[in-house]
């Protein structure tokens, strides 16, 4: 589990891991798993951080 | 209604939270919608105790709109926009410069210099296209960003089959064939932020790549912005409608060419090389715009 104060700790949806989420992560933001390399996305943050895997690209997305 | 503004996002980048740190800075009367979560009333129905009383209103007056998908932005704007909200970017300004034919329209009506282009509905017209062309020719999607999918065709031999994976495997927006000329840039394009009024600022990019584009990697440095680039992209942000704009542009043997129009464009590259404080000027203007009332 992460032991830096300016970190959070949650659990990979992909591979169980332990993920290191910055403290002032917020909705929406994507981090990635060091154990797997999965994408994650900040579902929510409370009442507790919860990780999802962040969608596929779309066709769509840009700037 | 609730709140000034709105800052609508989906996937968070970089900018995004850039933005909204400098919305906390400022204490800024603001709220945060996910584009994810949200439903919008368009209808409501035929019967007169189905119609809201009062009518729906926007859930704030100025929606400053961020999110990185195209088709959810177009409709959040023109939803909200029928509701009496004032949008930045507008939607037709989003529309325009999301669609790659909707761009090149606007630029060649307002004498905006851009690429020799052509549109065409079947492979079969657009490998003609090509022929006519000279190869290479740059095969783009009219919908998409960061460089996807835009292949170079070097020969008629390419070109057949890229078309045909198109045709066969695309979207309908996938063949709508928009057939570029190809130009040997000098290794390098610029991005130039258009704001309102202003042209706060502009970058080069450089890569070895044929396709430059800062989400593809390639180094950074400051473009000056006074002269012709800054007067073209200018010109180029009035075109599609103006707001808080991204204009590339490409260096031709004719001169400098508008490639693509940015209605939500990315800037983290930008900050450093320029010294200017882009979330700084884009919240200025939003926060402008939520004091006067219009853009």
Same mark, same amino acid.
């Given at each position: ?9 949650? *659990? ?19 981090? &990635? ?11 929510? =943050? ?18 | 209604?609730?709140? +000034?503004?709105? @800052? ?19 204490? &800024?009367?603001?709220?945060? =919608? %996910? ?25 704030? %007056?100025?929606?400053? /709109? ?9 409709? *959040?704007?023109?939803? =909200? ?7 930045? /970017?507008? #939607? ?16 060649? $009506?307002?004498?905006?210099? #851009? =690429?020799?282009?052509?549109?065409? @509905?079947?492979?079969?017209? &657009? ?5 006519? @062309? ?10 998409? #960003?960061?460089? $996807? ?9 390419? &070109? ?5 994976? $198109? ?20 290794? +390098? %394009?610029?991005?130039? @932020? ?18 430059? !584009? ?39 043997? /004719? ?6 129009? !940015? ?5 983290? /590259? ?26």
């Amino acid at each position: 589990m992460p032991t830096d104060p300016t970190t959070q700790a949650a *659990t990979c949806p992909e591979c169980d891991a332990d993920v290191s989420i910055p403290e002032d992560a917020m909705q929406g933001e994507i981090v &990635a798993c060091d154990d797997c390399a999965a994408e994650l996305e900040v579902l929510q =943050l409370e009442p507790a951080l919860t990780l999802g895997l962040a969608p596929e690209i779309q066709e769509d997305w840009g700037e | 209604m609730s709140t +000034r503004l709105a @800052f609508v996002t989906s996937r968070l980048r970089v900018e995004e939270k850039l933005l909204l740190a400098e919305l906390e800075r400022r204490g &800024a009367d603001y709220a945060r =919608l %996910d584009d994810g979560e949200m439903s919008l009333l368009v209808a409501a129905g035929a019967h007169p105790a189905d119609r809201p009383n009062p009518p729906t209103t926007p859930p704030a %007056d100025v929606i400053w /709109n961020r999110s990185l998908a195209f088709g959810r932005t177009l409709y *959040t704007q023109r939803i =909200l926009e029928a509701q009496g909200a004032l949008c930045v /970017n507008p #939607s037709s300004v989003v529309e325009t410069c999301g669609d790659k034919v909707l761009t090149s329209i606007a630029l060649e $009506r307002a004498g905006v210099p #851009s =690429l020799r282009t052509t549109v065409a @509905f079947t492979p079969e017209s &657009a490998l003609q296209v090509a022929e006519e @062309f000279g190869y290479p020719v740059v095969l783009k999607p009219v919908v998409g #960003s960061w460089g $996807r999918l835009v292949a170079r065709l070097d020969s008629r031999t390419a &070109a057949e089959a890229v078309l045909e994976d $198109r045709a066969v495997l695309g979207s309908w927006q996938q063949q709508v064939f928009y057939v570029q000329e190809y130009i040997e840039k000098p290794g +390098r %394009d610029a991005r130039v @932020f258009v704001i309102g009024d202003e042209v706060t600022c502009g970058i080069w990019r450089a890569s070895e790549h044929w396709i430059t !584009n800062t989400a593809r990697g390639g180094s950074v440095e400051r473009c000056d912005v006074g002269g012709e680039v800054g007067e073209i992209s200018f010109a180029a942000a009035r075109a599609v409608g103006g707001g808080i704009l991204a204009v590339d542009l490409v260096e031709t043997p /004719n001169g400098l060419a508008v490639i693509e129009v !940015n209605h939500s464009g990315e800037f983290r /590259n930008s900050i450093e090389p320029t010294g200017v404080d882009l979330p700084g000027a884009m919240v200025d203007y939003v926060l402008g715009a939520c004091e006067r009332g219009a853009l």
